[in-house]
């Protein structure tokens, strides 16, 4: 998987998302999202880890590897069948050599996972639909939008036309968020989980750190009957 050539600004925020080659499915069951998970924390390191001699084969615990120095911060995440949103910025202090720091990542843990997939599902090509797709946050704004819309992206899967009908039964959907484990949403609903590793909360919007301010702004996007979009 080649690199891209954009150069990722540090101490700037950025939307990453991609999604499976003809909108094919990526991950196909809980296995499949839990090793995403993992790569998504493990190659988020200075160091290269390779995850099956170090990991696999050595029948090590992935979360409580010890992975070094981190390269990248992610505020929020969401797998989704055939997609995946995440809200990142480069970390300052990871001075890598190709002075990209969220390219290396990506190219990372994409280029695992599909290697994964390809192995486990007996298939070749590519998994993914070309190279990762990038937007730059301008303001706060669009930050606290992208924020809200990677932990509701889920609701599509309760209802795939909500965000132009609204939600009939918001408790329905709450509960529903409450049970969906592959996002960040059960982190900053203070759930103690291994996958909290993922995030770093702290280098990210300072209104979201306090659980009922997380909640409500999920409640003010929930009451919401405009179209949103990506």
Known sequence: M?????TFIEGEYYHIYNRGNSEQKIFLDDKDRE???KLLYLCNSKRRIDFNNEIVKRKV???EFEKGTPIVNIGAWVLMPNHFHL???????ARLPSGNAI???MQRVLTAYSKYFNAKYKRTGSLFEGKFKSVYLEND???KYLFSYIHLNPLKLLDSKWRDNGIKNKQKAL???DKYKWSSYLDYMKILRPQRKIIDE???LEFFQEKYSFQEEILDWINLKEDIVV
């Open 2 to 6: 080649s690199m891209r050539t954009i």
């Open 35 to 37: 090793r995403f998970l």
């Open 61 to 63: 615990d992935a979360w």
């Open 87 to 93: 809200y990142i910025t480069p970390k300052t202090e």
């Open 103 to 105: 390219s290396d990542f």
């Open 141 to 143: 704004i669009q930050a």
């Open 175 to 177: 509960e529903f968020l």
């Open 202 to 204: 702290l280098d990210f």
